[in-house]
T-cell receptor
Framework: QKEVEQDPGPLSVPEGAIVSLNCTYS??????FMWYRQYSRKGPELLMY????GNKEDGRFTAQVDKSSKYISLFIRDSQPSDSATYLC????????????FGKGTMLLVSP | EAEVAQSPRYKITEKSQAVAFWCDPI?????LYWYRQILGQGPELLVQ????????DSQLPKDRFSAERLKGVDSTLKIQPAELGDSAMYLC??????????FGQGTRLTVV
């Protein structure tokens, strides 16, 4: 079992839909949680960064962390065709020189 | 806006040749990561530096890969000799200690 599991999709939705993207993890030491957006042939772009459990909102994006369930989510409201990309979750521990561990990424397709 | 700079963007090399990638992190970021991303997969860590020291190179194929960050600023990743299976995107990222990581645009390597 990999440390971080993420459904690769693709996930296809119509424009305006609410999108839910999720990751599960097995390492209880993870404390920092990130979501990246990656367009084809580009580097990952940081979308959201959260520490420990709770919610964080930024515009149309909301990140949720449930450490008790080892489950994180990214919600996208009013999805747009420009949101079509691969979304990567990433996480790291809190002490020392902790490595950033990624999921495989979920491909999202938003149709006009 | 500060960015992680990588060069070259694209590289085609023949099998058994040597190839090198360069990364200049965001100023003030002591942590530097090199990741490899195969198409359809999440990034996988090759090596992590804290200043000029390697803190994790457990997944670096040391018989052919080497990495250095001599003055604790920019970094070079080298492959010698290149193999067909090395074709991938090579990503550099930087961060302050245990905070969010920012990625460059990557170097897409094709070995023929």
């Amino acid at each position: 079992q990999k440390e971080v599991e993420q459904d690769p999709g693709p996930l296809s939705v119509p424009e305006g839909a609410i999108v839910s993207l999720n990751c599960t993890y097995s390492n209880s030491a993870f404390q920092y949680f990130m979501w990246y957006r990656q367009y084809s042939r580009k580097g990952p772009e940081l979308l959201m960064y959260t520490y420990s459990s709770g919610n964080k909102e930024d515009g149309r994006f909301t990140a949720q962390v449930d450490k008790s369930s080892k489950y994180i989510s990214l919600f996208i409201r009013d999805s747009q065709p420009s949101d079509s990309a691969t979304y990567l979750c990433a996480m790291s521990g809190g002490s020392g020189y902790s490595t950033l561990t990624f999921g495989k990424g979920t491909m999202l397709l938003v149709s006009p | 806006e500060a960015e992680v700079a990588q060069s070259p963007r694209y590289k085609i090399t023949e099998k058994s040749q040597a190839v090198a990638f360069w990364c200049d992190p965001i100023s003030g970021h002591a942590t530097l990561y090199w990741y490899r991303q195969i198409l359809g997969q999440g990034p996988e860590l090759l090596v992590q530096f804290q200043d000029e020291s390697v803190v994790d190179d457990s997944q670096l194929p040391k018989d052919r890969f080497s990495a250095e960050r001599l003055k604790g600023v920019d970094s070079t990743l080298k492959i010698q000799p290149a193999e067909l299976g090395d074709s991938a995107m090579y990503l550099c990222a930087s961060s302050r200690l245990n905070t969010e990581a920012f990625f460059g645009q990557g170097t897409r390597l094709t070995v023929v």
